[in-house]
Every structure is written in structure tokens, then in C-alpha cells.
């Protein structure tokens, strides 16, 4: 896929991938055209949130975005503060990934600027009071 720049849709949904494959697949990869990306339920956990982090920003005209599912927990969510620069994001689906409070503050605070985001899923993170 190493000349994606036309691809408007990526769906990559259960297939066990994990940090080092996520570092990979987006090397040297020019997915500036994705508008839609289906990540759920692969095994990315903390050291994918990292990768993603660092790819997030060139994802500049993605509006769809599912990571449900990845175990990222709350120190995963740390890494995903670059989620603020997908300005054109108006779904994001991080449900099932154990967040707990903290990790939804983070995900809050690194979305609270994106004016066209209307969906939001955080469903299934053990949010308490604090959250």
C-alpha cells in the first residue's frame, strides 16, 4: 500500500495488529487522501497509541476514525493528544480500550478544540465520577 495517496477508506478491523506493525504499515506511506480508518479491536494497546500519535497528524482530511477495542488504557490516551490536530474529524469511536478517568481527561482535553466532531464513543471504559 506504499502508494496510497488516492485511498479515501481504510479498513483494517481484527487482525492482531500490534505497535511494531501499525510502525510498518504507515512507513514511508502517503495516506493523505484517507477520510475513513477502521482500526478496532487489533492489539495495539500502549506502544500502538505511541505509533499512532506520531501518524495521527499526517491524517490531516480523515473525518472517521475507530480505535475501539486496543486495551490503550489511560496511558495510551496520553499518547493520542495529537487527535487535536485532526480539525476535519467528525466521528471518533475510542470505546472498549479500559481509559478509566484519567485517560478520558486526556482524550477530552485533546479534543475539545475539534469544532466538526458531532460523535463521540467512550462507552465501555470503567468512567467513574471523575471522568
Request: net charge negative.
Amino acid at each position: 500500500i506504499k502508494k496510497a495517496a488516492n485511498l479515501v477508506e481504510l479498513t483494517l478491523d481484527n487482525n492482531d495488529i500490534e505497535a511494531d506493525g501499525i510502525h510498518h504499515f504507515v512507513k514511508d506511506t502517503d495516506f493523505s487522501s484517507l477520510l475513513t480508518l477502521y482500526l478496532s479491536r487489533n492489539s495495539l494497546k500502549i506502544e500502538g497509541a505511541k505509533q499512532l500519535g506520531k501518524w495521527l497528524p499526517t491524517l490531516y482530511s480523515l473525518t472517521t476514525l475507530n480505535l475501539s477495542g486496543n486495551e490503550f488504557q489511560s496511558t495510551g490516551a496520553n499518547h493520542l493528544k495529537t487527535l487535536k490536530e485532526l480539525h476535519s474529524l467528525q466521528t471518533l469511536n475510542l470505546s472498549h480500550n479500559d481509559l478509566h478517568d484519567i485517560g478520558i481527561s486526556h482524550i477530552l482535553e485533546s479534543i475539545q478544540n475539534l469544532t466538526s466532531l458531532t460523535t463521540l464513543d467512550l462507552s465501555n471504559n470503567q468512567i467513574g465520577a471523575k471522568g
